[in-house]
């Protein structure tokens, strides 16, 4: 499976900016998938992930309320959607294949490669 994360950028807080990840090699209706996030220095972090099927759905608490994760099937493309962006939310964001999601938790290979990311910069 390859991965291509794109529509990072530069946004006030309080703004709102869509990622978008083409997914390439499998058809998104077969695959769970998810968004995670690097920070400088950091590790990634997990921020919200989709079912296969999508109906199910899971975020870590700090974005609940204001990122919605989507999928479009008819371009294989995973979308997230972020509103009241945070100086905190600065981080380089990935898409990912997941090894499962529910509506209470989500799960990856921690070995999994990732591919290239996207730039999110929130000045306050």
């Known amino acids: 499976v390859q991965l291509q994360a794109s529509g990072g950028g530069s946004v006030q807080a309080g703004g709102s900016l869509i990622l978008s990840c083409v997914v390439s090699?499998?058809?998104?209706?077969?695959?769970?998938m998810g968004w995670f996030r690097q920070a400088p220095g950091q590790e990634h972090e997990f921020v919200a992930g989709?079912?296969?099927?999508?109906?199910?759905?899971y975020y870590r608490e700090d974005v609940k309320g204001r990122f919605t994760i989507s999928r479009d099937v008819a371009r294989n493309t995973v979308n997230l959607h972020m509103n009241s962006l945070k100086p905190e939310d600065t981080a380089v964001y990935y898409c990912?294949?997941?090894?499962?999601?529910?509506?209470?938790?989500?799960?990856?290979?921690?070995?999994?490669?990732w591919g290239q990311g996207t730039q999110v910069t929130v000045s306050s």
């Open positions: 990912q294949v997941l090894t499962s999601v529910s509506d209470s938790a989500a799960r990856w290979d921690e070995e999994a490669k």
């Open positions: 090699g499998r058809t998104l209706s077969s695959l769970d």
């Open positions: 989709i079912s296969w099927s999508g109906d199910q759905s």
